[in-house]
Nanobody
Framework: QLQLVESGGGLVQPGGSLRLSCAAS??????????IGWFRQAPGKEREGVSC??????SYVDSVKGRFTVSTDKSKNTVYLQMNSLKPEDTAVYYC???????????????????WGQGTQVTVSS
């Protein structure tokens, strides 16, 4: 069983930056072998895919392209989401998720992912 532990959320002013972390609790579950998705959900809205990474392939939703960057630290079995130039519309609970049998064409669908972190709140406000 895999557990994902997220951290790094908080309150930041518009234009600021945050880095979210997603650590896998099971060291035998190498994240680099699976599709890792970042999603977010704002109040009253559906969960939205933000980025997906599977091996060398990385994809971002249009609204965050050029501002968000996903990366991994294999030694720590951790995935990061670096968020720069944050906007108020980025305010949401952010989740990381892992798909064991990824289908790149379905990367934006939450139901494609089996394991989820607990979520971390990101608030962008002055």
């Amino acid at each position: 069983q895999l557990q994902l532990v997220e951290s790094g959320g908080g309150l930041v002013q518009p234009g600021g930056s945050l880095r979210l972390s997603c650590a896998a609790s099971n060291s035998g579950f190498g994240l680099e072998y699976y599709a890792i998705g970042w999603f977010r959900q704002a109040p009253g809205k559906e969960r939205e895919g933000v980025s997906c990474m599977w091996g060398e392939r990385i994809s971002y939703v249009d609204s965050v392209k050029g501002r968000f960057t996903v990366s991994t630290d294999k030694s720590k079995n951790t995935v990061y989401l670096q968020m720069n130039s944050l906007k108020p519309e980025d305010t949401a609970v952010y989740y990381c998720a892992v798909a064991q049998e990824p289908d790149w064409g379905s990367r934006w669908y939450p139901e494609s992912y089996r394991y989820w972190g607990q979520g971390t709140q990101v608030t962008v406000s002055s």
